[in-house]
């Protein structure tokens, strides 16, 4: 189980050197103040992302007076006042206090525990509430949406797309929803592999109620992530916000079964606008169910049938990924690599060097190496130069 000290990084602790556990806990200044200003109510993403921009921190927007706060776009005099009260508040310290009871972690965007890929969108909260734990190998992280009331067809073909892109090493991320979400994240914790959930409420209000047990899995194989106070209710405004995390979290997203009006396609459009490859799974050409994912297609998504195409699509990561399971993996593509090619591929490198030096680099039988380099090729990992020169395909 994981200590306390461990669950609050930025925290200050007292440790008592002859009992051993923590026996004192205080969360940090900076903490609390973005926990103040996150529990205002009325205070949505985008007006936290205006006031943290013009003032520059949680203390400064804190300090600030009446009439300044009403200087940035949004912030009304209501919603002034409200900021101002938030100074002497206790809700920050009851909300870290109820977070420690119930082993809960607080994710700050620009430290090494916030996730990767969010931390470079625009629009990302600045704090996750987290049950569970994060961890870099996430990085490699592929969203599997859709409809809630989906037919049969779109049920079995988000756990298998789940199942096997786990199976793979990618970290599946849904939004713990009916439907298609659950079914993602059930294919992922079937497999073994790790699965992340975006909530909409807060860690203490499991939404659907029937996946309180899902909840727990993915807890033990991944996280539950949510930007919401941890007592938060279902609200419907609060489901569309959480989609861009969603997105954002992920290398990209695959819409399995939506309709014209889904949700779902929300979190298309948030993957669109962050630079995330998007990617649909046909249906029926007559099924009501998949018309979203078929105009998704027409207009230039990528048409995915299995997890193949899928690894495919991703192609190269911006930053390689290092794990115990894997090692060091630059495109998603690497993840179906026995150990022999991908210990090849670590030879080859994305400046042109001379075949001879991969093999020796190598380690292994010269003409294994050079069956191996023509596999590597022939998956378009790698690319052949003249003068007997090899590369990283795709740089």
């Known amino acids: 189980m994981t200590e306390p000290a461990e669950l609050f990084p930025a925290e200050e602790s007292t440790v008592d050197a002859s009992a051993g556990p923590v026996v004192r806990r205080e969360p940090s200044a900076d903490l609390i103040s973005h926990l103040r200003l996150s529990l205002v109510p009325g205070i949505g993403p985008r007006h936290l992302t205006s006031l943290l921009d013009y003032f520059g921190g949680p203390d400064e927007v804190l300090a600030a007076s009446l009439a300044e706060l009403e200087h940035v776009s949004g912030i009304g005099p209501k919603l002034a006042r409200l900021i101002q009260t938030a100074r002497h508040s206790k809700a920050a310290e009851n909300e870290w206090r109820l977070a420690c009871e119930h082993g809960f972690r607080f994710l700050e965007r620009g430290t090494p525990v916030f996730p990767t890929n969010l931390d470079q969108v625009p629009d990302a909260p600045r704090l996750l509430r987290c049950r569970g734990?994060?961890?870099?190998?996430?990085?490699?992280?592929?969203?599997?949406?859709?409809?809630?009331?989906c037919t049969v067809y779109g049920q079995q073909q988000a756990e298998r797309l789940g199942r096997a892109l786990a199976m793979a090493g990618l970290t599946i991320v849904s939004g713990l929803a009916r439907g298609i979400d659950g079914a993602a994240h059930r294919g992922a914790l079937a497999a073994g592999g790790r699965t992340i959930a975006v909530s909409a409420t807060g860690l203490l209000e499991v939404y659907p109620p029937e996946h309180k047990d899902l909840a727990a899995q993915i807890a033990e194989s991944g996280a539950i992530l949510s930007e919401n106070r941890l007592e938060q209710k279902p609200n419907a405004g609060l489901f569309p916000q959480r989609n861009r995390i969603i997105s954002g979290i992920s290398l990209g997203v695959i819409i399995v079964e939506a309709n014209r009006k889904s949700g779902a396609l929300h979190t298309a459009r948030h993957a669109?606008?962050?630079?995330?490859?998007?990617?649909?799974?046909?249906?029926?050409?007559?099924?009501?169910?998949?018309?979203?994912?078929?105009?998704?297609?027409?207009?230039?998504?990528?048409?995915?049938?299995?997890?193949?195409?899928?690894?495919?699509?991703?192609?190269?990561l911006i930053e390689p990924v290092t794990s115990e399971e894997t090692g060091e993996v630059r495109s998603t593509r690497e993840l179906t690599l026995n150990d022999q090619e991908r210990a090849v591929l670590n030879c080859v490198q994305t400046d042109p060097r001379l075949v001879d030096e991969v093999i020796r680099d190598a380690g292994i039988e010269p003409s294994r190496v050079l069956a191996t380099l023509t596999v590597l090729e022939m998956k378009r990992l790698v690319r052949r130069l003249p003068g007997s020169m090899i590369m990283r395909a795709g740089y």
């Open 133 to 149: 734990e994060v961890l870099k190998r996430d990085d490699m992280a592929v969203a599997i949406v859709g409809a809630r009331r």
């Open 272 to 316: 669109n606008e962050q630079g995330r490859e998007v990617m649909a799974l046909p249906g029926r050409v007559d099924s009501l169910a998949s018309e979203g994912c078929h105009d998704l297609i027409r207009d230039g998504a990528t048409l995915i049938r299995d997890a193949d195409d899928v690894l495919h699509a991703l192609g190269p």
